[in-house]
């Protein structure tokens, strides 16, 4: 029986990680599609990124966007998760 909860365990921990994964993702994926945005904002690349949480560490992908007139440079998913608090990267 141990084994079977232990397997449950690890399925669910598994489950809420790609959870985890793909909203942030989707949410990532919905900026770059954003016509607002790309009134303001261009890509300038896609980096990968680890998320530690109490579940585990998250694998995903965000992308880094330019202000078109200021240039300043943002990881714009992570302010609106407000995953990092750091919203500023130098080129």
């Known amino acids: 029986m141990a084994s079977f909860v ?10 809420g990680l ?6 942030l993702e989707n949410c990532n994926q919905m900026l770059r599609d954003s016509a607002k945005m ?10 990968g990124k680890k998320l530690t949480t109490c579940l585990g560490t998250v694998c995903f992908e965000k ?4 202000n078109k007139q200021t240039r300043e440079s943002a ?15 130098p080129e």
């Open 6 to 15: 232990y397997g449950i365990h690890d399925e669910v921990i598994a489950l």
């Open 18 to 23: 790609d959870l985890i994964k793909e909203t």
């Open 38 to 47: 790309k009134q303001s904002w261009e890509v300038v690349r896609t980096d």
């Open 63 to 66: 992308t880094l966007f330019r």
């Open 75 to 89: 990881y714009l998913l992570d302010r609106i998760t407000g995953i990092c608090k750091a919203t500023h990267w």
